[in-house]
């Protein structure tokens, strides 16, 4: 009998270990379940997914190594400086401080705005959401990243087209309100310097009469330049050519070549860009408005010029309205 009754217990505690394994098994079952389903998420989600790990990528999704120009094997092999260098230099501290605190349990917003560097070293604005989770019983930090470039290019645009309509709508008040020319040009220089970039400017009217152009304004990285002269003969300088053919000019990569197929002389050898408009009333040609540019050769556009040219027209309002009042 006892020997039976310890055949019994045998019997249970073998039953209650065989009970423990297949509870195992289900967990082991259902944890490869859940790990496939979320694999599928991952592989077939339109959206970037990634998963960050001690600064590696421990998972990706190809949506991601679309955005970031990788291939998934490459992501999953960067080295931790790798992974930290897919961020843009000025992002950084944003995008990893983020990490290491959201890593610590502290509380973060699950959204925010960077800048990511492509394999090819292109620039992409990118929109992240990231949430603290535990990967291999370790903390990790996973995240839905969306190519968000285009969203930003429009709202640049928007953003510089009210900039540009504050500008002229600046430059129309001062014309209706003041016969004070110098204060125009002025107003003219620095309502343009907010729409696009300017390491010089300058207006010169034409004297039909004297064959001169007399330069009203010209400045050099914010400061008047009193080495210029203040008019000069009708020659053949870039404000001459304006003048002659009455269309605005866009110059830009190599100046020289274009000075010299143009038929321009012109002693300034540092521009990379320029861009000018005639200044026109009636059928005249009564100045010139140039803009122009020491560090970059694409600084300049069609859409300058034709900004430019909107401004021009505003200064040939300023000049009749100047001329009919001391007329009078």
Known sequence: MKDEK??????????????????????????????????TVVEHSLQGLV?????RFVVANQAFAEISGYTIEELLSLSPEEVKAVVHPEDQALVWGRFRDRVAGKPMPPRYEYRG????????????????????????????ILDITERKRAEEEIRRRITELAAFEEIGRAIASTMKLDELWELIYHQTC???????FYIG???QEREEVHFVIDMLHGEHRPEVEKARRF????????????????????????YDRLGIVSADKRSKALAGAPIIAGDEVIGVLAVQNYERDDAYDEHTIELLSTIADQAAIAIENARLYEET
Request: glycine share 4%; no cysteine.
């Open 117 to 144: 560097i492509r394999k090819d070293g292109t620039v992409r604005w990118l929109e992240m959401f990231a949430n603290a989770i535990e990967y291999h019983g370790r903390p990790a930090v996973q995240a839905v």
């Open 194 to 200: 907010r729409v696009m970039e300017v390491s010089a």
């Open 235 to 258: 020659a053949e300088g870039r404000t001459e050519y304006i003048i002659r053919t009455k269309k605005p000019v866009l110059i830009q990569g190599d100046v020289q070549e274009t």
């Open 51 to 55: 998963m960050v790990q001690d600064f």
């Open 205 to 207: 009217l034409y004297d």
């Open 6 to 39: 310890k055949t019994r217990k045998q019997l249970i505690s073998e039953l209650a270990e065989l009970r423990k394994i297949d509870e195992l098994e289900k967990v082991e079952t259902e944890r490869k379940r859940v790990e496939e389903a979320y694999r």
